[in-house]
């Protein structure tokens, strides 16, 4: 699908359909008369009538001559948010597909956030709202409904178009970057193995010319990445340790932030193994590393000015004969020892030495992803992700990236009190806490032992990585969940 810009105003010979999004409170604004005149009137008769009063979540739609004209509420400007214009550009957009529209207008109209934003929002919308995971479906009957073009029309802001330019690049880059996240984060676990994941990651470093390595079974025994080769001791597929690498820094001068990711490409819990209702959810257990690879691209695609580091851990967490089991005592890359009283705490396991490993780069920031606690899910839900965080300027900086990115944080403690929850009578620390108490705390803190002393922000996306109902304009399956934040958080932090 290809997204132009025009400065003229809306044309409905030259798309089959277009989208205009309007505030609650501003319905009697010049932008919705005019898009009244071009209704033939609807638009008033439908407020008139009550059947369309521009609040969150409403549309109606309009016929124009064969043509098609939704129009989106989006609530009352002075506190509308991002969210509120993907969501409503994303569902206008799927539902004009189904009416197979292939072009599609976009007008901008009066931006509350800056035209820049409101273009990022309407084009992330749009994109991530286009997105479908549909490869094994056999049946070819019905065929696949495609829009070919997208006319974002910016008459009345000509002198702006700079700022839409902008916008819509952002909102592109970072729609694709979340998609293409999703992409490997929607592959089944009989396909998506540690191998295929990095396989995945060498041809993404190929296409973006950057670093990659990886470290196989073999490696990382040289390497005493120990905890990491615990959790795979069960499965027949080979761990993998994979490390993308992207240097903007201009003139050597700029930050280094390392991006860690949990890359479980199915958790079945291993010896410590889970019930069997929707254990099959748990291939979605890679989605950090798989968030990973979305946001190296969209640092490489934005030209940050930093050197970020992409690390995934990924293995399979099986139970058999060899499988590291509860009592066993790991000493892991860092030199410190974990007591294992729960296999299904192997997210944990594996992060604690790729936390090793990125820390020996040296980063000024780290920042890790994981689907790490059942805890956080009973917390948050699918709404908002877990923040754990050792620094607290940092923390503010990262929810400060979550409100604008619309991917929201929210701040969970994982100060020194919690430390005691993984005390172990025999060994440094051990995986889990207690049970029922403070679950994703616990985790955090395991993780806190191996991301000091850095500055360290630990994002805990059980609840939010992949969704079971439609939500808005992400559909179901794996939502991206970290992409956008993170690279918010890179954006704001690198550039000045
Ligand atoms: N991958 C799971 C966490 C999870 C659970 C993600 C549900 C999404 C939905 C993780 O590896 C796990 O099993 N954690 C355990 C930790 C416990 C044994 C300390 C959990 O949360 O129950
Ligand atoms: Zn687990
Ligand atoms: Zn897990």
């Known amino acids: 699908m290809q997204i132009i810009i025009e400065e003229k105003s809306a044309n409905l010979n030259e798309v089959d359909s277009i989208i205009v999004g309007v505030y609650s409170d501003k319905l009697d604004s010049p932008f919705v008369k005019n898009f009244d005149k071009l209704s033939n009137g609807q638009l008033k008769g439908a407020i008139g009538n009550k059947e369309f009063d521009g609040k969150e979540s409403t549309a109606v739609m309009f016929r124009i001559d064969g043509n098609k004209m939704i129009v989106v509420g989006l609530g009352d400007s002075k506190v509308s948010k991002g969210e509120v214009i993907k969501n409503a550009f994303g569902n206008a957009f799927s539902s004009l597909k189904e009416y197979s529209c292939k072009t599609i207008g976009v007008p901008v109209f009066e931006s509350v956030g800056g035209l820049d934003f409101l273009s990022r929002c309407i084009v992330e919308g749009v994109v991530i709202g286009d997105y479908s995971f549909n490869k094994y479906k056999t049946d070819n009957t019905d065929p696949k409904k495609q829009v070919d073009k997208v006319i974002v029309y910016c008459q009345e802001h000509n002198n702006s178009k700079m700022l839409i330019e902008n916008g819509v690049k952002l909102g592109q880059i970072l729609a694709d970057s979340t998609n293409l996240t999703r992409t490997i984060a929607n ?79 199915f958790d079945s819990g291993g010896i410590s193994i889970k019930p069997a209702l929707k254990m099959e959810e748990m291939k979605f257990d890679k989605s950090g590393a798989c968030a990973v690879l979305g946001i190296m691209n969209a640092c490489v695609k934005l030209s940050v000015n930093a050197r970020i580091i992409g690390i995934g851990a990924l293995s399979e967490n099986l139970p058999s004969g060899s499988a590291y089991k509860p009592s066993d005592i790991i000493k892991t890359m860092s030199g410190k020892t974990v007591e294992v009283q729960n296999t299904d705490a192997e997210g944990r396991m594996v992060l604690s030495d790729a936390l090793t490993y990125a820390n020996k780069f040296k980063p000024d920031y780290i920042i890790d992803l994981a689907t790490l606690t059942g805890a956080c899910v009973v917390a948050l839900g699918d709404l908002t992700s877990g923040l754990f965080c050792n620094d607290e300027e940092f923390e503010k900086k990262m929810i400060i990236a979550g409100q604008t990115s619309g991917e929201k944080l929210w701040s969970l403690p994982v100060s020194a009190e919690y430390d005691e929850k993984i005390k172990s009578d025999i060994a440094d620390i051990k995986n889990v806490g207690e049970s029922y108490n403070a679950g994703a705390s616990a985790g955090a803190s395991f993780l806190k032992v191996f991301a000091a002393p850095t500055k360290w922000a630990h994002l805990d996306i059980a609840g939010t990585a992949w969704t079971v109902r439609p939500k808005g304009y992400l559909g179901l399956g794996s939502t991206g969940m970290g992409v956008r934040v993170v690279t918010q958080f890179i954006m704001n932090e690198t550039s000045s």
């Open 187 to 265: 592959e089944p676990a009989n396909v998506a193995t540690p191998v295929f994941v990095a396989n995945k990651a060498k041809e993404l470093a190929n296409q973006l010319k950057i670093k990659y390595e990886v470290f196989g079974r073999k490696e990382l025994e040289k390497m005493d990445a120990n905890a990491l080769l615990a959790v795979s001791a069960g499965s027949v597929n080979e761990p993998q340790l994979i490390h993308l690498e992207y240097d903007g820094r201009k003139n050597g001068k700029g930050k280094t932030i390392a991006v860690v990711g949990k890359g479980i490409t």
